[in-house]
């Protein structure tokens, strides 16, 4: 806070008009839209500990659970387009959804993106005591027969978790639309549901790994990565090495209503940018999970709007949508 007097003294003294900053932001906080313990929880707990030392105040944590984003977004597109002092959690999942047109009326365009937390890439997740072993177990069965076991995800037919699944079904020539699949309100739900044996399989996300790494209650088969992640994750095969293209990255990160004011967006984007600089912000990227995708601002929302309109083209080839 001495800085940001001393700053102000200078800008006085100089008879310079004082810039939006972090000062400015007096509630800073994130919201979740899904239940506690998937990966939108754990993209705002990337921004409320990575940029602790870059706020006034420690940022809150709100969860916003319904429709995989969908209430979060029709919100910060009616009663809170202009609020200063709110980012939002979202992941490649939301921009599926918004190409695919689940939010509505609402397009990319009906938001700012703000910034990234980080990449994350989607994880082949049984329970600790399955009887399958490998990935290569898994697809022995669904050579047999695509409804051979049931998986379940935090996503509906068509979202990014569906997408993983569905890939890997196509890798060996199976058809999607046959598998069993169970849609959960969020990653904690559809964790929950492998856990109480609901469902055999469970195509997530390896930043919701993290905390359950070592305690034996799941088991990670392979990520869909195209080669493998840093440590904790170096031990865990890739699909690719493992002889199946499927694939699977996933942005993280944050956007705003959008009549925020410019001031209030790039007071946000400065403070992303200056977090990426300090090591507190890799490191809590790297226990999360998460490897380096640090950008913030325009830049940023260019790209996220680039990346919907390329899911838009891949969902139609897909036939989700005409």
């Known amino acids: 806070m001495k800085l940001v007097k001393v700053v102000a003294c200078l800008?006085?003294?100089?008879?310079?008009?004082?810039?939006?900053?972090?000062?400015s932001i007096e509630k800073p906080e994130c919201i979740a839209p899904a239940k506690p313990g998937g990966g939108f929880d754990l993209t705002c707990r990337v921004a409320q500990i990575g940029l602790k030392d870059q706020l006034p105040n420690l940022m809150q944590v709100t969860f916003m659970p319904g429709g995989i984003g969908a209430v979060a977004f029709n919100l910060f597109n009616t009663t809170r387009t202009d609020d200063p002092n709110a980012i939002v959690a979202f992941s490649s999942g939301s921009l599926l959804n918004i190409a695919t047109g689940k939010f509505g009326k609402w397009t990319a365009d009906d938001v700012r993106f703000l910034a990234?937390?980080?990449?994350?890439?989607?994880?082949?997740?049984?329970?600790?005591?399955?009887?399958?072993?490998?990935?290569?177990?898994?697809?022995?069965?669904?050579?047999?027969t695509e409804s051979a076991m049931t998986i379940?995800?935090?996503?509906?037919?068509?979202?990014?978790?569906w997408m993983k699944a569905a890939l890997l079904l196509k890798s060996i020539g199976k058809d999607p639309r046959k598998m069993r699949y169970v849609a959960y309100d969020g990653g904690g739900?559809?964790?929950?549901?492998?856990?109480?044996?609901?469902?055999?399989?469970?195509?997530?996300?390896?930043?919701?790994?993290v905390s359950h790494l070592g305690t034996g209650d799941m088991r990670i088969l392979a990520v869909m990565s195209s080669e493998r992640l840093p440590a904790p994750f170096d031990q865990i095969p890739t699909t690719k090495e493992l002889g199946y293209d499927a694939e699977w990255t996933i942005m993280r990160g944050y956007y705003m209503g959008k009549n925020v004011s410019d001031e209030a967006y790039n007071a946000?984007?400065?403070?992303?940018?200056?977090?990426?600089?300090?090591?507190?912000?890799?490191?809590?990227?790297?226990?999360?999970?998460?490897?380096?995708?640090?950008?913030?601002?325009?830049?940023?929302?260019?790209?996220?709007?680039?990346?919907?309109?390329k899911m838009r083209g891949v969902a139609r080839e897909a036939g989700l949508i005409k």
């Open 11 to 23: 800008f006085l003294a100089l008879g310079l008009a004082l810039p939006v900053s972090a000062a």
């Open 116 to 144: 990234a937390a980080g990449a994350d890439f989607g994880a082949i997740v049984v329970k600790g005591d399955s009887k399958y072993q490998t990935l290569d177990d898994v697809m022995a069965e669904f050579k047999k």
């Open 152 to 161: 379940g995800a935090g996503g509906s037919v068509g979202s990014q978790d």
């Open 189 to 209: 739900d559809a964790i929950a549901g492998l856990l109480g044996g609901s469902i055999q399989l469970y195509t997530g996300d390896v930043g919701e790994m």
């Open 268 to 309: 946000w984007a400065d403070i992303f940018k200056a977090a990426y600089k300090t090591e507190e912000f890799a490191k809590i990227q790297k226990d999360k999970g998460l490897l380096p995708f640090n950008m913030a601002g325009e830049e940023f929302d260019k790209e996220v709007k680039r990346r919907v309109e």
